[in-house]
Each structure stands twice: as structure tokens, then as C-alpha cells.
Nanobody, 125 residues
């Protein structure tokens, strides 16, 4: 089982990036999938989830600017990010979740089936 993120990079404040997460070894169509981020010294926070039926949930901090989506045929998950802010510089991770709710830090214990290794996003001012 593997989740591999891609699409990270450096962007100026106000810019956009699209992250991808490709799954292998399992079908993400049967799982709730989520995006998380973690910056140095901070806990890993859930920012978006998408359920088996396509229902989406967003953290207030990204609502209206980020869009989570998936392509079951490609076994891939995406995160379209716009109006990025410098404080959103972080490592971004995708995950297959047992429980389809946002969680952060220790609250995620037992809720995540698989983690990706992450992709770095750097937003400059």
C-alpha cells in the first residue's frame, strides 16, 4: 500500500498550486480520503476530507480557497489551492481515513489507515 503526493513547490502569496496523491495497493474509491498539513513546531492538521460519496468537508481556514477532489478511475486524490498565504507553507500529506471527519494532532490517532510521505509547499510573501 502506498500513497504518493506530488505537485508541491514554491509559489508567491496569492498564487495557486494543485497537489496530487496517487494510491497503489488499495482502491481509494472505498475510503474516505483527506489532506493534512504540518509546519515545523506545529501539529499535523486536517484541512479537507472527501467521502466515498464525494461529500467534502473543509477546515474554516481553507474554506472557499481549497478544493478537494478525486478521480476513482485514476485512483488519485487532488487538492486545488488558491489565494495561498505565507503561513500555509508546510508539508502537505494525503491520507486514507477510517473516520471521515477532520482531525488534528493526537485526535487523529486510530483514525488514519494510511499516510503519504508528503510534498512541500512554500509560499513566499
Amino acid at each position: 500500500v502506498q500513497l504518493v503526493e506530488s505537485g508541491g513547490g514554491s509559489v508567491q502569496a496569492g498564487g495557486s498550486l494543485r497537489l496530487s496523491c496517487t494510491a497503489s495497493g488499495f482502491s481509494l474509491s472505498g475510503d474516505c480520503m483527506g489532506w493534512f498539513r504540518q509546519s515545523p513546531g506545529k501539529q499535523r492538521e486536517g484541512i479537507a476530507t472527501i467521502g466515498i460519496d464525494g461529500t467534502t468537508t473543509y477546515a474554516n481556514s481553507v474554506k472557499g480557497r481549497f478544493t478537494i477532489s478525486k478521480d476513482n478511475a485514476k485512483n488519485s486524490l487532488y487538492l486545488q489551492m488558491s489565494s495561498l498565504k505565507p503561513e500555509e507553507s508546510a508539508m502537505y500529506y494525503c491520507a486514507a481515513q477510517r473516520v471521515c471527519t477532520l482531525c488534528s494532532g493526537i485526535a487523529c490517532l486510530g483514525r488514519i489507515r494510511y499516510w503519504g510521505r508528503g510534498t512541500q509547499v512554500t509560499v513566499s510573501s
